[in-house]
């Protein structure tokens, strides 16, 4: 069975600096990857998502993830970190799409001044 | 607008007492899904539905009951609550193409 390892709880960063939040994956063949956020008291949108192709995809907000298949990770970036971006992130597997998801225990965002 | 419309926000029950909590969209979506989040576990999907009157368990579907009679609705329905059963839960509906979940505010349950 596919399962999802998001290694950081909590992760700390000044507002403006760049931010990469981990994420690394179990499963045999090449699966279908996602990148969720969750603010305060919100479901959860999506910032992207990577099926085929282009293994470095763009998403809302300006995050970006990087699918590396010999390291089983895909690992969310962004540049430039605003305060707004303080939220839970949750990356997710599913091996035939979206219909049986397999979530991570998610990483909080906290940006300082 | 577009949304997935979850009620109650909120719930407080005793252990035993039936309780139905509803989730419907307006986006036409075939797939909808249930799902429990829970500190340091994550997301954990509980039930889901690719049309009408077709439902499939997921990872987490012991102590719940599902239907989908119309499109639009997705019911949970928790027939003998337990405390294990508190915890805050999500629906999410898609349609068959896009692969782009649409989640509802939640519920948040409490189980006496």
């Known amino acids: 069975a596919q399962s999802v390892t998001q290694p950081d709880i909590h992760i700390t960063v000044s507002e403006g600096a760049s931010l990469e939040l981990r994420c690394n994956y179990s499963y045999g063949a090449t699966p279908y990857l996602f990148w969720y956020v969750q603010s305060p008291g919100q479901g959860l949108q999506l910032l992207l998502k990577?099926?085929?192709?282009?293994?470095l995809v763009q998403g809302i907000k300006g995050f970006e993830a990087e699918f590396k298949r010999s390291q089983s990770s895909f690992n969310l970036r962004k540049p430039s970190v605003h305060w707004s971006d303080a939220a839970e992130y949750f990356c997710a597997v599913g091996t035939t799409g979206f219909q049986k998801l397999v979530f991570g225990t998610g990483t909080r965002l906290l940006v300082s001044p | 607008e577009a949304q997935v419309t979850q009620n109650p926000r909120y719930l407080i029950t005793v252990t035993g007492k039936k309780l139905t909590v509803t989730c419907s969209q307006n986006m036409n979506h075939e797939y909808m899904s249930w799902y429990r989040q829970d500190p340091g576990l994550g997301l954990r999907q509980i039930y889901y539905s690719m049309n009408v009157e077709v439902t499939d368990k997921g990872d987490v579907p012991e102590g719940y009951k599902v239907s989908r009679k119309e499109k639009r609705n997705f019911p949970l329905i928790l027939e003998s609550p337990s405390p294990n059963q508190t915890s805050l839960y999500f629906c999410?509906?898609?349609?068959?193409?896009?692969?782009?979940?649409?989640f509802g505010s939640g519920t948040q349950l409490s189980v006496l």
């Open positions: 999410a509906s898609s349609s068959a193409t896009n692969e782009k979940l649409f």
């Open positions: 990577y099926f085929s192709g282009d293994t």
